[in-house]
């Protein structure tokens, strides 16, 4: 088993700790920017190493993977570091900021020959793999449209990370992300047509947002989005044989298909919405040990392509861009 060390304490790093304890194995080390909260976890979770800085964590041999968790505009920092030191990455959606982020660390991670993935349950969760098999089979026929929904609601306060501009705020790079990534795991091509619509909050983030997708094949996709407002996390495929609703679509474990012919309706089940963190470590696991291909990379590179190209529509960029 690999040698992990978590980047940040907080929710995420803290679901890591428990996915490594069902798996039977504890993470080697943790590093986080106050060190009281770096030893208190540790402690929490039987941590062996805590570690003073990020440089220290890259400099020590033993490590094998870093999982980075810590807010989206720190990650570029992170990565650059990570992978220069020959350690395969594991990072928080969304990955980077934008496109150009993205191809400087995968370009890093090629020369270092190391794995470099982004933690998207989307990829990872059984639900999804049992789906693809019944598509790829030919069961529910060619695919029409996909629509989903992500709404949150989230108190008006400009200064939480969710609407602040200094911590990449918005609900594209936060929530949008999960609902992109969906549409591009089922789409048989990335979209090559892209419209949208944004309400921007008074931070100057995007706080809801319509978007409308095309790809080559003329499968289409659309996607609503707020942080203002409570929606069902719902996507929906429409094939021209039946359609497939899944609800709490991030961390999915059940999925319903009715068939056009008849309206009779099947329920597939597959996974633990629980277990959601385990996957991606077993995942990950696979890919240093030579499988790089099971966590997608490649969709990640086309999901941060969209994002950026409809960030650029908007005229919303983030401080470290300017």
């Known amino acids: 088993m690999a040698n992990w060390v978590s980047a ?3 929710v995420i790093a803290n679901e890591l700790a428990q996915a490594m304890e069902k798996r039977g194995q504890k993470l080697y080390g943790v590093v986080n920017r106050t060190q009281e909260k770096a030893v208190a ?3 929490k979770y039987g941590v062996q190493n805590v570690f003073t800085s990020f440089e220290e964590v890259c400099a020590d041999p033993a490590v094998d993977i870093i999982y980075i968790s810590t807010p989206h505009n720190t990650h570029i920092q992170f990565l650059r570091k990570a992978l220069a030191a020959g350690k395969h990455v ?3 959606k969304s990955i980077t900021l ?3 982020e993205l191809e400087e660390a995968m370009q890093l991670a090629k020369e270092h020959g190391v794995v470099l993935a982004e933690a998207m349950t989307i990829y990872h969760m059984p639900i999804y793999k049992e789906l693809l098999k019944r598509v ?3 069961d529910l026929g060619e695919l029409r449209v996909i629509q989903m929904n992500f709404g949150s609601y989230k108190e008006y306060d400009m200064k939480n990370r969710f609407f602040n501009r200094n911590l990449a705020g918005g609900a594209l790079l936060d929530i949008g992300v999960y609902a992109l990534s969906f549409v591009r795991m089922f789409l048989s091509s990335c979209p090559d047509q892209i419209a949208s619509q944004v309400k921007f909050a008074p931070t100057g983030v995007d706080e809801q947002a319509g978007i409308l ?4 094949k003329k499968e289409m996709a659309t996607v609503t989005l707020s942080l203002h407002a409570k929606q069902p996390k719902r996507g929906m495929l429409s094939f021209d044989k039946a359609y497939v609703e899944m609800y709490e679509y991030p961390r999915g474990q059940k999925a319903v298909i ?3 012919e008849d309206g009779h309706t099947e329920e597939l089940r597959a996974g633990a919405t629980a277990d959601a963190l385990v996957y991606e470590v077993e995942d990950m696991e696979r890919a240093i040990a030579g499988q790089p291909e099971v966590m997608k990379l490649n969709y990640t590179e086309d ?3 969209m994002m950026t190209e409809i960030r650029k529509q908007w005229g919303l960029t983030y401080p470290e861009e300017e």
Request: charged share 20%; proline share 4%; aromatic share 8%.
């Open 258 to 260: 009715t068939y056009t």
């Open 213 to 216: 997708l095309m790809n080559p």
């Open 41 to 43: 976890f540790a402690k």
């Open 8 to 10: 940040g304490c907080g």
């Open 90 to 92: 594991l990072c928080e």
């Open 136 to 138: 790829d089979a030919g």
């Open 98 to 100: 934008n496109s150009e």
């Open 303 to 305: 999901v941060m392509r």
